[in-house]
Structure formats: C-alpha cells, structure tokens
C-alpha cells in the first residue's frame, strides 16, 4: 500500500515563503510524474507545478518565477517552494503522483494541506 503525506501548509503574510513536502511511503513502488495541485473555496482544482521522474518541470503561468518544485527520489518525496507568496495563492494544496506498482501505474492523491496567506 502506498500513501501520500503533504506538509508544510500554514499561515503566512503577502510576500513570505513556504515549503510543501510530499512524501510517499510504502514498499515495492517507484514514482513518475508528480504534480502540486490547489482548490480555493469555490474554484476547481488547478495544476500548479508538475515534476517528471527526470526532473522536468512545468509551472502555472500565475506562479512561474514565485514557485519551485523539485524531487528526492532517494526518498521519495516532491517539494514545492513557494515564495512572495500573494493572497491569491490561498487555497488547500494537493500532491498526485503517479506511482509504478509491478508493471501497472497508478494515481495518488494526498489529504491535502492548507495555504493560507494573509496579513
């Protein structure tokens, strides 16, 4: 069984900075294409950022210059770094990874964490 735990949500004033981890545990896996992923109260779940299993990187264009995502595949964690953050990028952030069991792929989502950005 794998699991998927974001963390690093928080409070945080216009212009400051933090960092969400996700991390997938288990056995017997490996993971490809991981994406960030965020819905404010009444909108639709949007990408932010994704991260391929070789490092290719794709950003929304609202966060491009302000966001990082990167990945430890030693241990199996995705980060995104978010920084000058604006009130706008209030919402609960989701990872989705998509995870390699045997010779099937399969989608994973997180619990999500909440952002929010405030003074």
């Given at each position: ?70 990945r ?7 980060y ?32 999500g ?7």
């Amino acid at each position: 069984q794998v699991q998927l735990v974001e963390s690093g949500g928080g409070l945080v004033q216009p212009g400051g900075s933090l960092r969400l981890s996700c991390a997938a545990s288990g056995s017997g896996f490996s993971i490809n294409d991981v994406g960030w992923y965020r819905q404010a109260p009444g909108k639709q779940r949007e990408l932010v950022a994704s991260i391929t299993s070789v490092g290719i990187t794709n950003y929304a264009d609202s966060v491009k210059g302000r966001f990082t995502i990167s990945r430890d595949n030693a241990k199996n964690t995705v980060y995104l770094q978010m920084n000058s953050l604006e009130p706008e990028d209030t919402a609960v952030y989701y990872c989705n990874a998509m995870v390699v069991i045997g010779v099937f792929q399969y989608s994973y989502w997180g619990q999500g964490t909440q952002v929010t950005v405030s003074s």
